[in-house]
């Protein structure tokens, strides 16, 4: 079955380190994106990546950083930078900017807990 | 004013009520208008998505959009308990060139179907 995958599910990190979360996805999209959710707060874009070796930042890049090397992979790296990293993390993909709404398809989230 | 409000409830309701969740926006741009959901600890999954103006049915599900009124709904006939979810409003525009990072969420609605 084609989808997005993302792990770990959920993670516990100390403050000060750095933590990657992983997606990963088989659905041949183009397109990949990293979403916060926080209670109350909707989704906020962090970063997006319409082609392999290019990425944006979106509206709360700080202290978050990432890589599109393959086409299926996009991890996302919380740095010891990131003030409030706690939150429910969603990495997204979509078709293409071309065609259709762009309607994305999202993994089952990571959920990371800074003690 | 925010390009696109909805009301985060919570909403409870029996099972087999008539539910109806709404969004307003701002820009008169937008043109694609899509409704996800959003089970406890998962990912969003795109319900149903409508472009321009006009009804989309699917089953138990009516979307709804009036663009001179720039308000869209989502109509839930014969709820169940297992539509119990966050349901979430997204629209974009129809301009290309910054592709769907540029979908817009609103906050979600927290519903709740008792049996």
């Known amino acids: 079955d084609g989808g997005i995958t993302q792990s770990p599910k959920y993670l516990f990190r100390k403050e000060g380190q750095n933590v990657t979360l992983s997606c990963e996805q088989n659905l041949n999209h183009d397109a990949m994106y990293w979403y916060r959710q926080d209670p109350g707060q909707g989704l906020r874009l962090i970063y997006y990546s319409q082609i392999v070796n290019d990425f944006q930042k979106g509206d709360i890049a700080e202290g978050y950083s990432v890589s599109r090397e393959k086409k299926e992979s996009f991890p996302l790296t919380v740095t010891s930078a990131q003030k409030n990293p706690t939150a429910f993390y969603l990495c997204?993909?979509?078709?293409?900017?071309?065609?259709?709404?762009?309607?994305?398809?999202f993994g089952e989230g990571s959920r990371l807990t800074v003690l | 004013q925010k390009e696109v409000e909805q009301d985060p409830g919570p909403l409870s309701v029996p099972e087999g009520a008539i539910v109806s969740l709404n969004c307003t926006y701002s820009n008169s741009a937008f043109q694609y208008f899509m409704w996800y959901r959003q089970y406890s600890r998962k990912g969003p999954e795109l319900l149903m998505y409508t472009y321009s103006s006009g009804n989309k049915e699917d089953g138990r599900f009516t979307a709804q959009v009036d663009k001179s009124s720039k308000y869209i709904s989502l109509f839930i006939r014969d709820s169940q308990p297992s539509d119990s979810a966050t349901y979430l409003c997204?629209?974009?525009?129809?301009?290309?060139?910054?592709?769907?990072?540029?979908?817009?969420f609103g906050k979600g609605m927290k519903l709740t179907v008792n049996p």
């Open positions: 997204a629209i974009r525009g129809s301009s290309w060139k910054g592709g769907s990072e540029k979908l817009v």
């Open positions: 997204a993909s979509s078709i293409d900017r071309y065609r259709g709404a762009g309607e994305l398809f």
